[in-house]
């Protein structure tokens, strides 16, 4: 039974590529945090790591499932899937991939210190069947595996155990030789690697597929100034950007041999509010957490002006939500995406009724290099909860500082500006990674950064991860959402429009996971 998905749209830019041998460089504000694959869930990483390592299912350029390192897969049982691997590829050190890396990889991406162990949160066991041939065990019938490994990247068991990297570390906390070195299946290789400046990538000429490009060597620049990044695009130092700023995009649109390339993003742009403690971290409120009212988290909500924020923060590049998921993700029900009407007055009283009449003072952490606009998305927010007597103060930096300390493992955070595209590009991905009760064991609510805990969503994500009948299916995750939206378990703000840049003689495809492959990108 072979099994693929078409549920999301893609924008494709596509041309026959002409010339051989070309050189690619393209720039964005914030790096990729690590060459480990485990070290961090983020598109930033994940899609820079993909040119080197492989999964068993790859997304096309429309986001459908295709074959990777697994030929073909099928149900053995309903608990049972047996992937067929491909023959005949090599490891970029020359040595053969077999189903001993599988298995090794699955046992790595578990470990305590990855960040990735919800990509095969169903997986118990897995089991070498021959060198080709490996079965996957699920604690029960799971409908979207095949799309949940398309985040499972495969390392060689011999190059990890080699280098003393069998287990992944946390960044900031320990140093391996896989934070700065990698050696994948995938059609590119690491060639340098010089953090938050550059890191460049050649062509792996014993890659097993077809390339459908023309790029030999890539380089990865990192200018963390707007106004220098798209300088450089448009004096010709760079081929491509990959965050636009969005007051330069008429700009960039009235220049001659540049061009914008736009289309509907699935990240979910929201606030997370630290729900867990009994004290909060960064407040001027001692011995309690405000934030465990929900009067307090709807007051909150009710005096953001998302609609401003989008139409004035954005320049119109964002779709208004007030669900955790948007337009093109699996679940998405248009009829629960309402939000609530700003209301100060409102929002005024809640607090009061909650014991904080004269508002309090919080921070708001914020990375300024990762989301559009994230920076100033977080100054709108402290201005608008100012109208309610709540005094928050941004602390934004760099999202490698900014992850280090509000993600996995230690959620150091009272108020947080966060997004997220769902890997599966179904909604169970959010419930499970960001809105279930955290539990260290199985890697659940591992993105729950502000620690929202309710047993029934638990329950309901348990449920919409085994139910097979569609329908039924949907109503559990419609279920979940009005739980969450009534709790308030996060503030939804919106999701962004993907906004790249290139030069005309550029040809590449911008998927809606805003994710950028090489694989794809031709020079003319």
């Known amino acids: 039974m072979r099994i ?12 026959a590529h002409s010339a051989a041998g070309a050189e690619f460089k393209w720039a964005n504000d914030g790096d990729a945090r690590a060459m480990d694959p485990y070290t961090f869930n983020e598109t930033v990483q994940n899609s820079l790591l993909s040119n080197i390592y492989e999964h068993l299912i790859e997304h096309n350029r429309k986001l459908e499932l295709d074959p990777g390192l697994a030929t073909s897969w099928e149900t053995v049982n309903p608990t049972t899937w047996r992937f067929h691997l491909r023959p005949n590829v090599k490891w970029q050190d020359g040595s053969a991939f ?32 021959d ?44 140093e391996n030789y896989a934070l700065t070195h990698a050696m994948g299946t995938g059609p590119y290789r690491l060639v340098s690697r010089e953090p938050d400046r550059k890191t460049v990538l050649e062509r792996n000429p014993d890659w097993w597929g077809k390339p459908e490009n023309n790029v030999e060597r ?35 649109k009235a220049t001659a041999g540049v061009r914008l390339i736009e289309g509907p993003e699935l ?35 009710l005096a953001i002006d998302e609609e401003t924020i989008a139409k004035k923060v954005m320049r119109g590049q964002a779709h208004p939500t007030w669900l955790m998921y948007g337009p093109g993700v699996n679940g998405y029900d248009p009829a629960l995406d309402k939000r609530p009407a700003l209301d100060i007055a409102k929002a005024r009283a809640l607090l009061a009724e909650a014991g904080y009449p004269d508002g309090f003072q919080i921070q708001l952490d914020c990375p300024n290099d990762r989301y559009v606009q994230d920076e100033q998305i977080c100054t709108a ?26 993600s996995y493992p ?38 729950n950064f502000g620690g929202y805990a309710n047993p029934k969503v638990d329950e309901l994500t348990e449920h919409m991860a085994h139910e097979l009948n569609k329908d039924k299916r949907q109503q559990e995750i419609d279920e979940a959402a009005k739980i969450v939206q009534d709790d308030v378990a996060t503030i939804p703000l919106h999701q962004q429009v993907i906004v790249w840049a290139a030069r005309d003689k550029v040809e590449l495809t911008q998927p809606a996971d805003n994710a950028f492959y090489l694989r794809w990108v031709s020079i003319k």
């Open 4 to 15: 693929g998905s078409g549920w999301v749209a893609a924008a494709v830019l596509l041309a």
């Open 98 to 129: 077999t189903a001993d890396d599988v298995v090794f990889s699955f046992q790595r991406i578990r470990g305590k210190n990855s960040a990735k162990r919800s990509q095969v949160a169903t997986i118990k066991e897995i089991r070498k069947v």
């Open 131 to 174: 060198d080709q041939t490996v079965d996957l065990l699920t604690d029960g019938e799971d409908p979207i595996l095949p799309t949940e490994l398309t985040g499972f990247d495969i390392m060689s068991k011999k190059w990890c155990e080699a280098h003393d990297v069998v287990e992944n570390v946390v960044l900031g906390k320990g």
């Open 218 to 252: 890539a380089e990865f620049d990192i200018i963390a100034n707007a106004a220098t990044r798209v300088a450089a695009l448009l004096s010709g130092e760079m081929d491509m950007i990959y965050s636009v700023p969005p007051q330069d995009a008429d700009r960039i």
């Open 267 to 301: 990240r979910t742009v929201y606030l997370a509010m630290d729900q867990n403690r009994d004290e909060l971290l960064f407040s001027n409120i001692k011995g309690k957490n405000p934030l465990k009212d929900v009067r307090i988290r709807r007051a909150f909500a």
């Open 381 to 406: 927010v402290s201005a608008m909860l100012a109208k309610i007597g709540v005094k928050v103060d941004v602390y934004a930096r760099t999202k490698v500082k900014y992850f280090a300390d509000v």
């Open 410 to 447: 230690n959620y150091k955070l009272s108020f947080s500006l966060n997004g997220w595209t769902p890997a599966t590009y179904d909604a169970h991905n959010v419930y499970f990674t960001l809105l279930s009760t955290r539990d260290p064991a199985t890697g659940r609510g591992q993105g």
